[in-house]
């Protein structure tokens, strides 16, 4: 399986910026990252996803490091709404064509 | 929103039952998953289709089957059903097969079987 490791918990102030990171030394050198989030027992949102450069979006953006070996994702301004577990995903040659989700990382922010 | 729609929300039902659930995916997408999210279990891949045919096998047990029909709805049917089954079963769609496809859940259908 595809291994992605992330703190198991994090809390942020409100207003701050929420770095969350995630170590994924065994992804392909063509292989995405692609992060969502799950809030309480909803569906998971998806958030961004990246391969090599930094992207921003809406809602987040995605810090890859050069080696490919780990990424941050950052809520620039946390609010009380993105209390959630995120999931970082990243795929390796023997996982097949599915999403694994790991653990997350469960932020809580706090006001 | 993500466009994709499940039914029905909640589902309570006996040991030894046999259940659907339903999906339907964002418009346009072609792509289908199934994922199980127990709470010692995390959330687990069961089963895509891609245009009516099966795609991948994930951890999807003998009891469990899937399809997807013409109009790309796609049922889970669950049967033989134990206190283990229950769990949050999710739904996701994607425009193609591809292995890097961004997937869109649905809201999900909460099962508890007594």
């Known amino acids: 399986d595809a291994k992605t490791t992330q703190p198991t918990s994090m809390d942020c102030a409100e207003g701050r910026a929420a770095n969350l990171p995630c170590n994924h030394s065994t992804i392909s050198g063509n292989e995405y990252v692609y992060w969502y989030r799950q809030i309480h027992s909803q569906g998971p949102q998806y958030i961004i996803h990246?391969?090599?450069n930094n992207e921003t979006n809406e809602m987040a953006s995605l810090i890859i490091t050069e080696d490919r070996k780990s990424s941050t994702l950052i809520l620039p301004h946390a609010t009380l709404r993105d209390t959630a577990v995120y999931y970082c995903i990243a795929w390796a040659e023997n996982t097949g064509n599915q999403f694994y989700f790991g653990t997350g990382t469960s932020l809580t922010v706090i006001p | 929103d993500s466009g994709v729609t499940q039914t029905p929300k909640h589902l309570i039902t006996a040991t030894g039952q046999r259940v659907t659930l339903r999906c339907s995916p964002r418009?346009?997408?072609?792509?289908v998953y199934w994922y199980q999210q127990s709470l010692d279990q995390g959330l687990q891949f069961l089963i895509q289709y891609y245009n009516g045919e099966e795609r991948a096998k994930g951890n999807i047990l003998e009891r469990f089957s899937a399809q997807q029909f013409p109009d790309l709805h796609s049922e889970l049917n669950l049967s033989s059903l134990e206190l283990g089954d229950s769990a949050l079963y999710f739904c996701?769609?994607?425009?193609?097969?591809?292995?890097?496809?961004?997937?869109?859940f649905g809201p999900g259908t909460r099962l508890l079987v007594l």
């Open positions: 990246g391969l090599k």
């Open positions: 418009s346009g997408d072609l792509s």
């Open positions: 996701a769609s994607s425009e193609g097969a591809a292995r890097q496809e961004t997937q869109y």
